[in-house]
């Protein structure tokens, strides 16, 4: 007769901890519990597991060589059934508009998920319950409570303007940036800061403040104004000539771009998820 997986799986933890008492702790059972396991384990077998020495049980050489092949089997059950489990339910991914489009979507074709599993895309910058998603993306500068962190990179943005807007002007300073229309985002202040140069007085601003990034883009494509952007997610633009970067001065930070996962999880699909996509943002940033 073969030994049951529980009677194992107590056997395990019995030679982990060196300890009848320790391993019924670990385990949520009692010593008397734990104790007849080990009994009739032995019986089953046929050999002693463990020798006392005072007040100690030691595990046997062969236990103890044993145990290691346990625990391996234990490991590779529990990785099947998170296989298994990743197979079937999808990994839900909460994303804000502008990352979803413009870093995230154009890659994730690319993206094998552990056991086959669908991704489920949440896309939304609100604050989320972490029993609501598997992967969280959001800006800040980190310390979330009760989450993993994964950094991803700096928020950062520069002006970006259209060629045909700024048709044979030359922009070589910030304070250029006084002939042309601003669109309107709230770090211009900061990023003149950055430049190291006083805001100008002077600066015109468009009358629509577009808000979301995506709008801001559009505008600045079609002519409107000069954007504030992103040159790591709207870089597509810059290499396809719909806008141009006239200036050198980036701001980054101090906010960054972060995957969360809840506080503790293991599973292998929300931490390859994770692994994954700091891979990706290495690779855009080798670009």
Known sequence: MRPSVESLRIFEMC?????????????????????????SLEAELGQRLFTRVGRRVVPTPAAVTLACQVRHALDDINNALDAFQAGITPLRVTVP?????????????????????????????DVR?????????RTGR???????????????VTPMVAPTLLGSRTLTAPEDLADLNLLP??????????AER????????????????????????????VALLSPTLFRPLLDDG??????????????????????GDQRPAPRGFCAWLCEQVRQAQDW
């Open 142 to 156: 980190g310390g979330w409570d009760g989450l993993d962190e994964y950094p991803l990179t700096p928020v950062d």
């Open 15 to 39: 030679v982990s901890v060196s300890s009848f008492a320790g391993a019924a702790d670990r385990l949520a059972l009692t010593p008397a519990a734990v104790s007849l396991r080990i009994r």
């Open 185 to 194: 985002h709230p770090d211009w202040g900061k990023w003149f800061a950055r």
């Open 242 to 263: 719909l806008l141009v970067a006239p200036l050198a001065t980036v701001l980054q930070g101090p906010d960054w771009y972060f995957a969360l996962i809840r506080e």
């Open 198 to 225: 006083p805001m100008p007085s002077g600066l015109r601003f468009a009358a629509v403040d577009y808000s979301i990034f995506e709008l801001i883009a559009n505008a600045a494509v079609s002519g409107l104004g």
């Open 129 to 137: 319950d972490p029993t609501a998603f598997d992967v969280a993306i």
């Open 97 to 125: 508009p502008t990352f979803a489009s413009r870093f995230l979507a154009p890659r994730l074709s690319g993206y094998r998920a552990t056991g086959g599993a669908t991704i489920e895309l949440d896309i939304s910058s």
